[in-house]
C-alpha cells in the first residue's frame, strides 16, 4: 500500500448512506466542510433494493437542500390500515391533514441520486476502509485504505452514519423474530395513491404506491419468510393474497429481497469527539416507515448545532440530549405497533379492533398519529 497525502476537513463522516449524505450537505449549506468515507462503491448505492416511504416533513428539508426527488417521488394520497381476520379498520386523508400528501414513496437509488448531485468530487471517499482512528484533545485523526493507497484524514469531529451496527455492547437488540421480504407488484386497476397497511399475527404487511406498481413489504417469521423467497412468481404472488385479500388483482411480482428485523438503540449517542446518526443510532422496524425520517432529522439536528455550538465534544454532548425525545418516541411508536398487531391472542385482537375503529371515528385521535409519523417528535 503507498502512503498518500494528507487531507483535513471539519467534520469527517462513516458512510455515505441517505443519512451521512444529507449530512454531508446540511454542513455545507452552513458553511462547515466535512468529508464522506464510504465502503461499497456508488454503484452498490445505487443497486440498494429497499424503498422508503417519506413523510412530508422529510421532503419540506430535503427540498431545503435542493435534493427533493421529485420526479421519482410518488404521494401518498390516503392510507388504508385493517387486520387480518378481525374488524377494524382506519383510513387517513392528506386532504383532512391539509396537505398535498401524506407522504411519499421513493426509492433508495432515487433518493441517493439526488442527495449525491451536489457532492463536490473531493468529498467522498468511496470504496474505503477505515484502519485506524485515533483522538486527541485537538481532534481525530482517520488512516483509510482505498485501493492501493492509504489516506490520512483529519477532523474536529467523526460521524458514524455507518448503518445498522453489528454486536456491540453498547447497543441493545430486541430481535423481533420477524424477516421484511421486499419487492415490487403491479394493481390490476390504477392504486389511486393509496397505501395499504394490514396487520397480520405473522408481521405487518404494507403496500405502497410507487411508479405504477405497489412496492411491498411483507413482513413475516423467519421460516415463513425463508420459505416465501423459494417461491415461483405466481405462487408467490398467491401467499401475498393470502396474507391481503385479492381485491386489488395483484400480478407481475418483481425479483424478491429479504431483511432480517430488529430493533437497535445505542445508549449513548455522543462519545468524546465521536457521534453516532440515523441507523447507527437506532436501527428501527421498518412498520410505519420511520428509519429514515428519524435519521434525517438526526442529520439536520446535528448541523444545527454545530453551526451554533461550534464542533466541540460539548457540542455533541448537547446533541444527544436534543434527540433523546424524537428517537425515543420513534422506536417506543413502532415498538408498541409490531408487538401489539403481531399476534392473534383474542383479546387483543378485540381491543387493537376497537382502537382502529377509534381512530377511524376520532379525527384528534387520527391527528395525532398522523402528526407523528408528519413531523416525528416536533409533532406529537
Ligand atoms: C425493508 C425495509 C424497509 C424500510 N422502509 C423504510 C421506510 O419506508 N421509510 C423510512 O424512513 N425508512 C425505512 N427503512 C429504514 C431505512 O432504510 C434506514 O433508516 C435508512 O436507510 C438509514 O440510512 P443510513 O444512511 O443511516 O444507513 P444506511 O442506508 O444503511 O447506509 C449506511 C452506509 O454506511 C456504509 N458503511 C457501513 N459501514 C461502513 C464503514 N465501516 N466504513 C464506511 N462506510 C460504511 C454502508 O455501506 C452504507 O452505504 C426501511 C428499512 C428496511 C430494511
Redesign the pocket.
Given at each position: 500500500m503507498t502512503e498518500a497525502c494528507a487531507d483535513s476537513a471539519e467534520v469527517l463522516i462513516?458512510?455515505?448512506?441517505?443519512?451521512?449524505l444529507t449530512l454531508h450537505l446540511a454542513l455545507a449549506r452552513y458553511g462547515i466542510t466535512s468529508r464522506l468515507?464510504?465502503?461499497?462503491p456508488l454503484a452498490a448505492?445505487q443497486a440498494d433494493p429497499?424503498v422508503?416511504?417519506?413523510s412530508h416533513g422529510t421532503r419540506e428539508l430535503l427540498e431545503q437542500l435542493d435534493s427533493w426527488p421529485a420526479q421519482a417521488a410518488t404521494p401518498i394520497e390516503t392510507i388504508h390500515i385493517s387486520q387480518r381476520g378481525g374488524f377494524g379498520r382506519c383510513l387517513m386523508t392528506a386532504k383532512e391533514q391539509a396537505l398535498p400528501a401524506l407522504g411519499y414513496v421513493v426509492r433508495?437509488r432515487d433518493l441517493v441520486s439526488a442527495l449525491s448531485r451536489h457532492l463536490a468530487p473531493d468529498a467522498l471517499y468511496a470504496e474505503a476502509e477505515?484502519l485506524a482512528l485515533e483522538e486527541d484533545a485537538q481532534g481525530v485523526g482517520l488512516k483509510l485504505g482505498q485501493n492501493a493507497d492509504s489516506v490520512s484524514l483529519h477532523g474536529a469531529l467523526i460521524v458514524h452514519?455507518?448503518?445498522?451496527p453489528g454486536a456491540d455492547p453498547l447497543v441493545s437488540v430486541r430481535d423481533y423474530h420477524q424477516q421484511?421480504v421486499?419487492c415490487e407488484v403491479r394493481p390490476a386497476q390504477p392504486h389511486g395513491q393509496r397505501a395499504w397497511e394490514r396487520f397480520t399475527p405473522d408481521g405487518p404487511l404494507a403496500l405502497l404506491p410507487l411508479g405504477e406498481e405497489f412496492s411491498v413489504?411483507l413482513t413475516l417469521p423467519p421460516a415463513k419468510a425463508k420459505e416465501v423467497m423459494a417461491l415461483d412468481d405466481a405462487a408467490f404472488i398467491a401467499a401475498l393474497e393470502a396474507q391481503f385479500g385479492r381485491h386489488l388483482g395483484l400480478c407481475q411480482a418483481s425479483p424478491r429481497n429479504c431483511?432480517p428485523l430488529a430493533l437497535r438503540m445505542r445508549r449513548t449517542l455522543a462519545q468524546g469527539r465521536a457521534v453516532w446518526i440515523?441507523?447507527?443510532a437506532q436501527t428501527l422496524h421498518?412498520v410505519s416507515?420511520?428509519?429514515?425520517?428519524l435519521?434525517l432529522r438526526d442529520a439536520w439536528q446535528l448541523a444545527q448545532t454545530l453551526l451554533t455550538e461550534g464542533c466541540t465534544p460539548s457540542a455533541l454532548a448537547h446533541y444527544a440530549r436534543l434527540r433523546r425525545c424524537d428517537r425515543q418516541g420513534g422506536a417506543l411508536f413502532t415498538d408498541t405497533v409490531v408487538r401489539t398487531f403481531s399476534t392473534d391472542f383474542a383479546p387483543i385482537k378485540w381491543a387493537r379492533g376497537l382502537g382502529l375503529y377509534a381512530l377511524d371515528l376520532f379525527p384528534p385521535a387520527r391527528q395525532f398519529v398522523a402528526r407523528r409519523m408528519i413531523w416525528g417528535g416536533r409533532g406529537g
Open positions: 462513516l458512510g455515505a448512506g441517505p443519512v451521512g468515507l464510504e465502503r461499497r448505492l429497499r422508503l416511504a417519506l433508495y477505515m452514519a455507518d448503518g445498522t421484511a421486499i413489504v431483511f440515523g441507523n447507527a421498518p416507515g420511520q428509519g429514515f425520517n435519521g
